[in-house]
């Protein structure tokens, strides 16, 4: 079986922006200041890897005990899933929805691969959990991207061999996971870090990530 595994967010839809207000409102309350370039490096790094980040950023590191990090990490949650209770089909990124109804149509399988524990009620506020059968559990691997495991176990539950399957991602350490599961390639963006991430191809805007190229991608093997 061919297959295309997704990632989430900066992918599928923009929850990125809200991922930042509510980091950065966690981060004011202890002291830490992050701006939207260093936002940039929390994108598909697990909610306790990037709260690591941030301590790091504001030179906490080993300040805080586990249960204060975990309450720091719910807090977080809370008032990003507050932000997101106002997602919508609106909100899904141009051309994401065409291509999943010619996917299915033409067969492939398909499935997500985020770093998000939130990823199951996120399809169902954007109406599209229909297209995915498969939605990999985070909290069930072993290593986060940039790690393959995410994409591996996509591809395993689809029943699908890795040299088959094509990974789509915005996020440098994304990107790094499926090359480092085997998979072909797609990223998307135009910043320094995903142009120079070795992706097959690497456009500049989700609507450009047509059935055409899909193709063309796997025509290559
Ligand atoms: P949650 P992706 C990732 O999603 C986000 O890019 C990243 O910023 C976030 O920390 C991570 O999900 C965990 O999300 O806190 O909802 O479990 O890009 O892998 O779809
Ligand atoms: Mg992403």
Redesign the pocket.
Known sequence: MKAVIF????IITD??KY?YIAWKNMAQKIGIEIDEVFNEK??????MG?LELILEQGGKTGVFNATEKDQLATDK?AE?LELLKELSAADILPGIKTLLEQLRAANYGVALA??????PQILAALGIEEHFPVIAD?AAVKAG?PAPDIFLAAAAQLGAEPTNCIGIE??EA?VRAIRAAGMKSIAVGTDEAIINSGADIIVAKTELVTIELVEQLFGKQ
């Not at 985020?114 to 990823?119: D, E, L, R, T, W």
């Open positions: 990632d989430l967010d900066g929850t990125a991922h929390l994108k598909g790094i697990s909610r990037s949650n990003y985020s770093a998000s524990k939130n990823a985070p991207k915005d996020a994304g």
